[in-house]
């Protein structure tokens, strides 16, 4: 499967962007998946993951103000991102893995095998 990243941009801080993972030649259904993002000099982390079911895991620095959402129909997975923070600049990557169980989670990179070419999210302060 193929996973493209859009949505990112230039933003001000406090205000959303809403990025968008779509997937091509499988649909996402049986994947789980997450938004990771790497800032410069900084490793990768996981922002949000979320199960084949609609189960949900935030990083404690994005509670609150981002929601990940799943429209399998769609092959698609979204990061809405609210009140975001200078901090929040990142290159942001979407991943997926093949997953049997309706409610697992991954919140580890390697567990992940396939990635998104990754979207630039700039917050200006």
């Known amino acids: 499967v193929q996973l493209q990243a859009s949505g990112g941009g230039l933003v001000q801080a406090g205000g959303s962007l809403r990025l968008s993972c779509s997937a091509s030649g499988r649909t996402l259904s049986s994947y789980r998946m997450a938004w990771f993002r790497q800032a410069p000099g900084k490793e990768r982390e996981l922002v949000a993951a979320i199960s084949r079911g609609g189960s949900t895991y935030y990083v404690d620095s994005v509670k609150g103000r981002f929601a990940i959402s799943r429209d399998n129909a769609k092959s698609t997975v979204s990061l809405q991102m609210n009140i975001l923070k200078p901090e929040d600049t990142a290159v942001y990557y979407c991943?997926?893995?093949?997953?049997?169980?309706?409610?697992?989670?991954?919140?580890?990179?390697?567990?992940?095998?396939?990635w998104g070419q990754g979207t630039q999210v700039t917050v200006s302060s």
């Open positions: 991943a997926g893995s093949p997953s049997t169980s309706v409610l697992s989670l991954s919140l580890a990179a390697r567990n992940y095998n396939y």
